[in-house]
């Protein structure tokens, strides 16, 4: 019977999932990942072995899915399903095993026990089919299905292993934990969470044995230096290897001790053979596919590139190879280590706060009151309106955690102790009846919750990291100490962080009592904020600061407020999905356990009813939270932004990209799709890396730099040990453009104007595109006046300088920080800016009308976008309001055409006609995008003055009404900039343009407008 109860509910989740399935490539790590498989390539560190070649044969297996992301997608959805299906049969397993010992069990029938059991297994499997992150990560191709998996698996066989512990083959099923689980790593390291819970639960259900045991303690804890020490792991297991090996040939202990050797040979050498799908990756790497992160090769050749096995016992030829698994990429401090050091309030952490919370997203699992967002601007957080989209179910809109709770604890931590009240009591109620089961089901769910969430410490924008907390201390202590010697009087070095947070007070305080104020709030209200206000602004640590600020700028300096390191940019949830996974797993328990109360006492009639109602609730409301929002069976927008973004280059372009989103998607649509292949994709970020500077010189298409691969170590990459090089001084490079300059100048006026070969024209072009990009990185050296070049600063300079042959275009996507000035000389073309080479005319906020509407009429794709058939979240949106910036910039470019008509006399009525039509072309672009984005308040305001300058006030009104109407309330600055707009034009007069009657003809030459729009029609 369990498998069945455990069948229908992995059978819902495997129709829900492949419904709800996104049909192609989605954002975030999933374009990598599909590329990667589809290439054989290697991903971000660490690497996920196992699951690039398993989803490869995917691709190679599932040949009638005709969409490449489609099949991986579906190692997801059936991944997933398989883990509702144990999670249901532990829910049913686990519960059966506490009935056998219950006295409360013995005064049911069968009948009874069945309806418990599948109470919990439907429960169980329905809360975590229709949970809020694990639905996430089960319609995309993410590791996160393959490796909840075998996470689950494993502590399902751990129950297993408790229930057949005294048969002789119990020791198989060990055994089979240990090589899944270091398999598992292969996929994501989650896999190895649920490997303590398994060794507690071998120690409290045979405490006997716990010293015969001793050698299977100590090869555990070396084998989980996977966890700790990753990079020394294969040495490690193969010293146990061979250690034990030893031991169980001599056999010098008792029979228990020699059994237990001999068992841990085993785990020995099965942790090696999981953990060999690892060896694809310098295999792989040696072959140089393109996409090949980190570079993670062993280097097993000599000089002339013959093979040299002995190079394998040579420590510094494993570098690149364990700085890869150790993921040195994302810096070089231990994760551990930073743990202890806690980058967060506690509250953010534990309670309820944007994009990292665990108390917030354990809400919101089932829920539809989701965590919301803040806006966090110059070190202070708010919770603004804008950031807390409240969800709408049946009419009823549910509010965002933030929008109810803000930074309140006590509301946070009664929803707390509300969810984790009720996991304690079931776990208590497991744990009366089998101490056993009860420490194990205890210590799964502690490992998965306080365990990552102390182990992964996200931070919250509020705190410094320790070394640089440290580093501000101690400057900042030397600073005062000179300053207190010039009689400044400081009494101390307040903490930082306590700084930060005075800050956030302070600031906040004072919002407030400004709306206080523009509500006309009673004055004790007011005068209460004030008086709060006046405390904080009077705290020790804030005078102190207030005298280092004054003693600073006594000497004519500025103060250096301590810098946070930034809040987390992107939902975190997923972190936190074994937790959920076995909350889920818990509550289904605990409803099974409901039932069993029902049955046995007053009340024994309502069992059934109760059990009813329980899988109908545990299925209907998550399910109604989150269908909306976790349906992507008609999301296409990652791949057409690709496609989109791709297609906005010129032929054999360089294309700047910045961070995962607009990076990723194209590395599928390239190496899956082939589509533009031509354009050479830089992501900036991974452009401060050696590694990825070394590839342009050797991965088609091949890039030009005036750097080879030795001295792009020595002179392009900067890091801690080479940051006294000049080469990586801003100043360095100015006095070398400021020498180039006037030399480059006096060549290009010697040559202009001249006629010449077409050699020397090159050359001349060569000229003006260098004077360009020295005058334009001068600008920025000026403006920014940043003293060091980060190694992205000098690859996009050499990238402009030494590829004469190929365009540089800059995604829309990249700040304009990161341009180093060249958007001087850029235009902006659809989704890119372009660098017009050799016009020394500057270009600042130039924008190609014409040639951005041809690419929207005629290449663009839109797929999804307004028609009800995907959803958007406020991630994507942000992301795709570039482009609501197209509609905008275009509706500009021919708002000034019009008003250039209108100055112009006579007002003709061929000019006229070319101001309607004009206005009416440009309006179908803003209500294309009002179409896209109908709650994007910009779009509607773009049209109405539009409208207003064409003489179209009744339209301007219209489509003014319109987007009041149609933005929602939340969106309050939106709103009141269109209500303003209303007011000012209904104040206008009421007139048409008026047209004039052209002048006489004479003998002179009549100017004529051209009466062509020139802007494209939009289809």
């Known amino acids: 019977m369990k498998h069945i109860f455990a069948g229908i509910a992995s059978l819902v989740a495997l129709i829900v999932y492949a419904m709800t399935m996104a049909p192609t490539v989605s954002f975030w790590d999933c374009g990598e990942f599909v590329a990667c498989a589809n290439t054989l390539g290697i991903p971000h560190p660490p690497g996920t072995p196992f699951f690039v070649f398993f989803a490869r044969a995917v691709i190679v297996l599932l040949p009638f899915v005709e969409e490449i992301a489609k099949r991986v997608n579906y190692i997801s959805v059936v991944s997933s399903a398989a883990t509702v299906y144990v999670t249901a049969l532990f829910a049913w397993e686990l519960l059966a095993t506490v009935l056998k010992t219950d006295a409360l069990a013995e005064r049911i029938s069968s009948k009874v026990r069945t309806i418990v059991l599948a109470t919990a297994a439907l429960v169980a499997g329905f809360l975590l089919t229709f949970s809020d992150t694990f639905w996430f990560n089960a319609v995309e191709a993410e590791v996160y299905g393959v490796a909840m998996f075998i996470l689950m698996l494993i502590s399902y066989m751990g129950l297993l292993w408790f229930n057949k512990k005294d048969e002789p083959s119990s020791d198989k099923i060990l055994i089979f934990i240990c090589y899944i689980a270091f398999l598992g790593v292969g996929a994501h390291l989650y896999t190895m969470l649920t490997v303590p819970a398994v060794f507690v639960l071998l120690l409290v259900a045979e405490p006997k044995k716990i010293v015969e045991r001793i050698p299977i303690w100590i090869t555990g804890t070396l084998l989980c230096s996977v966890i700790y020490m990753v990079s020394a792991f294969i040495e490690i297991s193969l010293a146990c290897l061979v250690v034990l090996a030893i031991l169980t040939a001599i056999k010098p202990f008792t029979p228990n001790v020699n059994k237990a050797i001999r068992l841990s040979l085993a785990f020995a050498f099965f942790a090696l053979v999981g953990y060999s799908t690892h060896l694809y990756i310098p295999i792989r790497s040696e072959l140089n596919p393109i996409i090949d992160e980190n570079d993670p090769e062993i280097n097993i050749r000599d000089d002339q590139g013959n093979l040299q096995l002995g190079n394998l016992f040579k420590s510094e030829n494993w570098e690149s190879f364990n700085n890869f698994v ?134 919250d924008g509020t705190r410094m990291e320790q070394r640089e907390h440290d580093y501000w201390v101690s400057i900042m202590t030397r600073n005062v100490q000179d300053l207190n010697s010039r009689g400044a009087a400081i009494p101390m070095v307040p903490d930082p962080n306590d700084l930060i947070d005075l800050r956030q007070d302070i600031e906040r305080t004072k919002i407030r009592i400004e709306v206080l104020r523009q509500r006309n709030t009673p004055a004790p209200k007011i005068a209460e904020l004030e008086k709060k206000l006046s405390s904080l602004q009077n705290s020790t640590a804030w005078q102190a600061w207030q005298k280092i600020e004054n003693g600073f700028a006594q000497v004519g300096a500025r103060a250096p407020f301590p810098d946070a390191v930034h809040m987390e940019v992107r939902e975190r949830d997923y972190f936190y999905t074994p937790a959920f996974i076995f909350m889920s797993l818990i509550l289904g328990i605990g409803a099974g356990i409901l039932v069993l109360t029902c049955a046995t006492g007053a009340y024994a009639a309502f069992a059934s009813p109760v059990a009813a109602v329980l899988v109908l609730v545990s299925f209907l409301v998550p399910c109604i939270s989150n269908y909306k929002e976790h349906d992507r069976s008609g999301l296409w927008v990652p791949w057409d932004y690709a496609y989109n973004l791709l297609n906005s280059c010129r032929p054999n372009a360089i294309l700047f990209t910045n961070g995962d989103n607009d990076t990723f998607p194209l590395w599928f649509a390239q190496e899956v799709a082939g589509i533009r292949k031509d354009v050479r994709v830089v992501n900036l970020s991974l452009g401060n890396t050696d590694w990825y500077i070394k590839q342009m010189l050797d991965n088609e298409p091949i890039l030009k730099l005036s750097y080879d691969k030795k001295t792009i170590d020595s002179d392009m990459v900067l890091d801690n040990s080479s940051a006294s090089n000049p080469n990586h001084q801003v100043s360095t490079w100015v006095k070398n453009a400021e020498r180039l300059m006037p030399q480059l100048k006096a060549r290009i006026d010697q040559m202009e104007g001249q006629e010449l070969s077409a050699a020397d024209s090159a050359k001349l072009l060569q000229f003006k595109v260098h004077y360009q990009v020295w005058d334009a990185f001068v600008d920025w050296a000026n403006r920014t006046r940043s003293s060091m070049m980060l190694t992205q600063h000098k690859l996009v300079i050499d990238l402009a300088l030494q590829n004469m042959d190929k365009p540089i275009e800059i995604s829309t996507t990249v700040g304009t920080s990161n341009f180093m000035g060249l958007e001087k000389y850029m235009v902006q073309e659809g989704l890119v800016y372009n660098f017009v080479k050799g016009d020394l005319e500057p270009k600042r906020n130039a924008f190609d009308a014409a040639y951005t509407a041809s690419l929207i009429d005629s290449v663009y794709k839109f797929r999804g976008l307004g028609d009800g058939t995907a959803f958007i979240n406020s ?140 802007v494209a029609m939009a289809q």
């Not at 708010?382 to 509010?399: C, H, Q, V, Y």
């Not at 609501?884 to 000019?911: C, G, M, W």
């Not at 004009?918 to 109908?934: C, D, N």
Request: aromatic share 12%; with cysteine; charged share 20%.
């Open 326 to 459: 150790e993921r040195k990429q994302y810096g070089s401090e231990s994760m551990l280590s930073r743990a202890f050091y806690r980058r967060s309030q506690l509250a953010h952490q534990v309670l309820s706060f944007p994009s990292m919370s665990y108390g917030g997203y354990q809400m919101a699992q089932y829920l539809p009151y989701k965590v919301g967002g803040v806006n966090y601007a110059n070190g202070v957080y708010t919770f603004d309106a804008s950031e807390n989209e409240p969800l709408e179910r049946f009419g009823i809109k549910f509010p965002t955690q933030m929008s109810f709770m803000g930074d309140q604890v006590l509301p946070q931590l009664l929803i707390f102790i509300l969810f984790n009240g009720l996991i304690v009591m079931v776990c208590a109620f497991v744990w009366k009846r089998n101490k056993n089961l009860g420490i194990y089901m205890s210590v799964l769910y502690a490992l998965c919750s306080l365990g990552l969430l102390f182990y992964i410490n996200f931070a």
């Open 875 to 1014: 991630e994507t949106e942000r992301l795709l309001s570039s482009y609501v910036s197209l509609y905008l910039q275009i509706s500009f470019d021919v708002r000034d055409q019009i008003s250039a008509l209108r100055q112009e006399h006579p007002f003709t009525k061929e000019k006229k006609a070319t101001v309607d039509s004009l206005a009416l072309q440009a309006t179908k672009y803003l209500e294309l995008g009002i179409r896209q984005f109908p709650k994007e308040w910009r779009c509607y305001w773009a049209a109405a003055f539009v409208f207003e300058a064409a003489g179209m006030k009744q339209e301007a009104l219209n489509v003014l009404s319109k987007g009041i109407a149609a933005i929602p309330d939340y969106e309050e600055g939106g709103k009141a900039r269109l209500a303003m707009s209303l007011q000012q034009i209904s104040a206008m007069p009421d007139e048409p343009l008026q047209v004039e009657e052209p002048l006489p003809e004479t003998d002179s030459t009549v100017e004529t407008s051209d009466s062509t729009p020139t």
